[in-house]
């Protein structure tokens, strides 16, 4: 079944606490991406990926890192989380101008 | 100038009607376009790609203009289970990708 997995699904932790949310996709897509969701301001993109080792910005990367490693796997690193990226994050994959599949998405709560 | 521009609504419409969403885009050069439906809290999931000469699914059809800048999604036999937000996507090339911008979404409740 095509996929694009996250995990956790939920997160509660504490400020300054590393944590990384895994993102994997069995398509075979060049292209990957993270957002966060906010009420109020819809899905604003975060970091996306073209091609295994090749990653840019998106709208608010600040706070965030990202690697791709594998074409697969898009694993998105908050280094010191704060409570302002307590938020609804997805992954999302697809080829490079198509529609995008998402993940179900993981909710992070930092206090 | 927001890039994807959507009216937030919400369109609250009985079982039955007919309702329509539009979603304008600011850069010409987009060349790809989307409807996706998001329910509460959940994923994004695809509803349409939107192709130059207009195309339609079941009770769903979708238009393009692309002297104005904008799409359409008509809906048309509305159910209950309508009854959520409407995102528009556009894809537009920049520095050997597509780069996708989400409109902030369009909301419809559909009532008995």
Same mark, same amino acid.
């Given at each position: 079944?095509?996929?694009? $997995?996250?995990?956790?699904?939920? *997160?509660?932790?504490?400020? /300054?606490?590393? +944590?990384?949310? $895994?993102?994997?996709?069995? !398509?075979?897509? #060049?292209? !990957?991406?993270?957002?966060?969701?906010?009420? /109020?301001?819809?899905?604003?993109?975060?970091?996306?990926? !073209?091609?295994?080792?090749?990653?840019?910005? /998106?709208?608010?990367?600040?706070?965030?890192?990202?690697?791709?490693? #594998?074409?697969?796997?898009?694993?998105?690193? *908050? #280094?010191?989380?704060?409570?302002?990226? $307590?938020?609804?994050?997805?992954?999302?994959?697809?080829? +490079?101008?198509?529609?995008?599949?998402?993940?179900? /998405?993981?909710? +992070?709560?930092?206090? | 100038? &927001?890039?994807?521009?959507?009216?937030?609504?919400?369109?609250?419409?009985?079982?039955?009607?007919?309702?329509?969403?539009?979603?304008?885009?600011?850069?010409?050069?987009?060349?790809?376009?989307?409807?996706?439906?998001?329910?509460?809290? &959940?994923?994004?999931?695809?509803?349409?790609?939107?192709?130059?000469?207009?195309?339609?699914?079941?009770?769903?059809?979708?238009?393009?203009?692309?002297?104005?800048?904008?799409?359409?999604?008509?809906?048309?036999?509305? &159910?209950?289970?309508?009854?959520?937000?409407?995102?528009?996507?556009?894809?537009?090339?920049?520095? @050997?990708?597509?780069?996708?911008?989400? @409109?902030?979404?369009?909301?419809?409740?559909?009532?008995?």
């Amino acid at each position: 079944e095509a996929q694009v $997995t996250q995990n956790p699904r939920y *997160l509660i932790t504490v400020t /300054g606490k590393k +944590l990384t949310v $895994t993102c994997s996709q069995n !398509m075979n897509h #060049e292209y !990957m991406s993270w957002y966060r969701q906010d009420p /109020g301001l819809g899905l604003r993109q975060i970091y996306y990926s !073209m091609n295994v080792e090749v990653t840019d910005k /998106g709208d608010v990367p600040e706070g965030y890192k990202v690697s791709r490693k #594998e074409k697969r796997n898009f694993p998105l690193i *908050l #280094e010191s989380p704060s409570p302002n990226q $307590t938020s609804l994050y997805f992954c999302a994959s697809s080829p +490079l101008n198509t529609a995008q599949h998402f993940g179900d /998405g993981t909710r +992070l709560s930092i206090l | 100038r &927001k890039e994807v521009e959507q009216d937030p609504g919400p369109f609250n419409v009985p079982e039955g009607a007919t309702v329509a969403f539009n979603c304008t885009y600011s850069n010409s050069a987009s060349q790809s376009f989307f409807w996706y439906r998001q329910d509460c809290r &959940k994923e994004p999931k695809l509803l349409m790609s939107v192709y130059s000469s207009g195309n339609e699914d079941g009770r769903f059809t979708a238009q393009l203009n692309r002297a104005s800048q904008y799409i359409s999604l008509l809906i048309r036999d509305s &159910k209950l289970s309508d009854s959520a937000t409407y995102l528009c996507v556009v894809r537009t090339p920049s520095g @050997g990708s597509y780069i996708p911008t989400f @409109g902030r979404g369009t909301s419809l409740i559909v009532h008995p």
